[in-house]
């Protein structure tokens, strides 16, 4: 059975941070893209971070660029969002994702993916 866990979230502060964890089951990860995409309450999905497979790189909206960063522990079969400098308008629920593809999609736009349950990040003081 396919499956992506989330967790990790919570409640920071203006300026803190916090490191997600995407644990994989039934599937390994290594061999798909994966990425993290938020939704906040009124509004659309926001695919924000991706890890590609053929050399690892890495891709981010502008909004988490050089704030926050992607990777993945093939060994733990686990991808990590590490999120630094949070700000109130980074909360949201938080979900990972594949598409089942080696490659990250155009502009972080996940079509036909798996994605977790989710998890809360809240960033108020």
């Known amino acids: 059975q396919v499956q992506l866990v989330e967790s990790g979230g919570g409640l920071a502060q203006p300026g803190g941070s916090l490191n997600l964890s995407c644990v994989a089951s039934?599937?390994?990860?290594?061999?798909?893209?994966t990425g993290w995409f938020r939704q906040a309450p009124g509004r659309e999905r926001e695919g924000i971070a991706c890890?590609?497979?053929?050399?690892?790189?890495?891709y981010y909206t502008d909004s988490v660029k050089g704030r926050f960063t992607i990777s993945r522990d093939n060994a733990k079969n686990t991808a990590y969002l590490q999120m630094n400098s949070l700000k109130p308008e980074d909360t949201a629920i938080y979900y990972c994702?594949?598409?089942?593809?080696?490659?990250?999609?155009?502009?972080?736009?996940?079509?036909?993916?798996?994605w977790g349950q989710g998890t809360q990040v809240t960033v108020s003081s």
């Open positions: 039934g599937f390994t990860l290594e061999y798909y893209a």
């Open positions: 994702v594949t598409n089942w593809y080696s490659s990250c999609p155009d502009n972080l736009h996940w079509v036909k993916a798996n």
């Open positions: 890890i590609s497979v053929m050399d690892g790189s890495t």
